[in-house]
């Protein structure tokens, strides 16, 4: 399969807010110049179950789906979600993740542990990766939930979309009351 | 003008475009923002029906009114409207009617993964079936056209793939110059009585033959021919991943799956040495093809089962040799190893927590149906023994009543939401009342239908329009329809919702519970309040666990590293409902102050 797509794959837990960072990924994509492709199941996605986003995007893009191990960035919401997901990248790939935890039931009532050193892990199998506190980040632009914001300014850097592509995207994409601080955001993230 | 769209954003726009008048839906996941978009268009009148026939039949209307009429459904609403359906191909149309069936192979939101592409040759009408979402919107327009042309509603295939997938699509004007909708006695055509059907039926006949000709040369339906080794005939999502997978190999892609243009199959059959069909599901096209004397290779190679994707594509051909197999990284095997499972749950504050945690403690069979409260099921709730289709449940608890015990009946309680109730459980609690069933229904009334993402219903007092409406008075609706037994309920006090469901669920005759606390998404204004959250102290925890056993995602175990482990609530997930503070025997919770 030698294409010359971008291959991004946004995971997580489902109400963090996935759809719209990837919206807005897929739109600078857009305004770049590039054919688009997006594709997620969001049927029960507010459910709280974990959420995968595929966004793929070149000079023709067939697929909407990411075939498995051919994902160029990883973009994390959540560390066991990002680990889950890892299969779907490639060797060289990267990994951009929020350094969050968030217990799904089982491990809220107790029954099994949140797993231990998957930073560290992760990190053996995938140089290129950076783990980000997206939350701390945020609040210090101004508001926690910013932190997706903060994280796709830190995937922007990986990717061949120029800044002002970005910028009108998130003026597309983000409520108005709610711009300046997310504009403040992606470029705290984008100087990681 | 460019915009990314969703397959389900691009029918909104094309039904736009094509001027279409009326748009009606019950709501279904993969189908649901299709009638969420056309509300964007105000030349488009929008509208929830309480379920799938009657959204068919309003489209019915309007289209025997001179309007083109959109009705979207998922696949399984199309069992429920197909009542409809099989005559209105026999009617044909006045105004253009499309059908929407989104399908959801790999059942990511469904109860069973049926091929509706079975539905069109079934119901001898047209089935278009686009691959991304500018075909999304250029199909609905040509299906329109196509329903007028040729006097058959027409239905449009979408898969989850396609309508929940987002691509690039370039908008254009709507249509201009449809005749004005006005009434018009047409009684041949119109009335399907035997002596008028008997004329009709030739017509469909006719019409499939003359479609499946023409066909040949629509522009939906296009050869593309490259390397002539391998030649794949194909539609929908599979199309892209055959292109993705194969890009040298020729294809014949089909936007038009029912009736199959055969005379254009022959034809890029002789041109390809070794012929293919890729599809999900059903062997529906090969079938077909196998049946004109042709040799094709479909489903000895791909799964009768769940979606296909780039991978399985590749890993079907290179079963055969085709492709070759590519090296999987070796993350694959170590990474999925262990890791906590995370699948959906109901949200903190949901009204349907405590209700299935006192059936769970009652021990009762629980007849279940579809709706966010089939989450009932999962751990540590675990109290719903069956789920068959919309509104089944209280015909199931009737039913199984009639072959079990006295002392077993006690335990039957048939549980189902406000939406769903509407949509086809009414008829079973006719049925149930009618025939002295002595079981219990609890309508789960959380003022909003709300697995598919907060849509309105006949019950919430609001149109999709958003525009203030009758609200059903479900008390007085089961009055009417002779329940003698009817309960409010809180679902948020513990001790009232157990009491009472023992009490009805022990009355050897039909009871109704409702309860009336509203779902947490409603976003409406005064509909849901959260109160002061809940705080567990410390000191007083033992950590016996007791308010784990409700599965709230807004309580968590902490281990005590060597000491008594004990519960936390997380003050920005918990809503106040109060349940957990009603399990602790030790005082441990209470209001934040």
Redesign the interface.
Known sequence: ?K?QITNILLVG??GQGILLAS?IL??AA?LSGF??????????S?????VVSHVRYGKE?????V???EGDILFGFEL??T??S??L???SGAVVANDLQI????????N????LGLAESIKA?FPDFLLVDGQKMAEEAGNVRAANTVLLGAVSRRLDIEEQYWMQALEKMVPARALAINQKAFLEGRSL | MKEILSGNEAIARGAFESGCRVACAYPGTPSTEILENTINYKSINSSWAPNEKVALEVGIGASFGGGRALVTMKHVGINVAADPLFTLSYTGVNGGLVLVSADDPEMHSSQNEQDNRNYAKFAKVPMLEPSDSQECKDFTRLAFELSEKYDTPVMLRTTTRISHSKSIVHLDEPVTGLPEPKLTKNAAKLVMLPGNAKVRHPLVEERIVKLSADGATMAINRMELRDSSIGIITSGACFQYVREVLPEASTLKLGMVHPLPHALIREFASKVERLFVVEELDPFIEEQVKAMGLAVTGKEIFSLCGELTPDRVHKAFSKIGITTSAPKTAIAETVSAKMPPRPPNMCPGCPHRGVFYTLNQLKAYVSGDIGCYTLGFLPPLSAMDTCVCMGASIGMATGVTKVISPEEQKKVVAVIGDSTFLHTGINGLMDMVYNQAPATVIILDNRITAMTGRQDNPATGFTLMDNPTNRIDFPLLCKALGVKNIRLIDPFDLEQTRRVIQEEMNRPEPSVIITDKPCVLVKRDGVFQPDIALEVTEDKCVGCRACLKIGCPAIEWRPGDGNKGKAFIDPLLCTGCDVCRQLCKFDAIGRIK
């Open positions: 399969m294409t837990v489902g919206e897929a739109e857009m054919d688009v492709k997006k594709s997620e199941i969001h049927g029960m507010q459910r709280g179950g974990s893009v067939f697929s909407p789906i075939p498995e191990g066991m979600e680990y889950r890892l299969s990248l490639k060797p217990s799904p039931p089982s491990i809220l009532m107790g099994d542990i949140y797993p199998r």
